[in-house]
Nanobody, 125 residues
């Protein structure tokens, strides 16, 4: 069993920055991918970014590419999502997710086995 805990959400003005954290604990496999999804009110959950834990390869959705950056701290089993140049349309609940395997291009939320509780990000105009 894997337990994911997100932190770092909040309220920020457009153009500002936030950093989200996702700490993983429990029985993680030797090869896995961690990703961030987000869900705005009335909309479907959408993929944001993913990172391969062992090699650090990353993949970003077009909507966040160039503004969001993923990184990881192996010692802390934590992934960070640095979000810059935030826009009102980035407002959503952000979820950390984990799936076994190293394939970072999987954008389907149903393929991810473990989820955090979510953290709210609100960007004001």
């Amino acid at each position: 069993q894997v337990h994911l805990v997100e932190s770092g959400g909040g309220l920020v003005q457009a153009g500002g920055s936030l950093r989200l954290s996702c700490a993983a604990s429990g029985s993680t496999a030797s090869s896995y991918t961690m990703a961030w999804f987000r869900q705005a009110p009335g909309k479907e959950r959408e993929f944001g970014a993913a990172i391969n834990w062992s090699r650090g390869q990353t993949f970003y959705a077009e909507s966040v590419k160039g503004r969001f950056t993923l990184s990881r701290d192996n010692a802390r089993n934590t992934v960070y999502l640095q979000m810059n140049s935030l826009r009102p349309e980035d407002t959503a609940v952000y979820y950390c997710a984990l799936r076994r395997g190293s394939y970072i291009y999987d954008v389907n939320w149903g393929d991810y086995e473990y989820w955090g509780q979510g953290t709210q990000v609100t960007v004001s105009s």
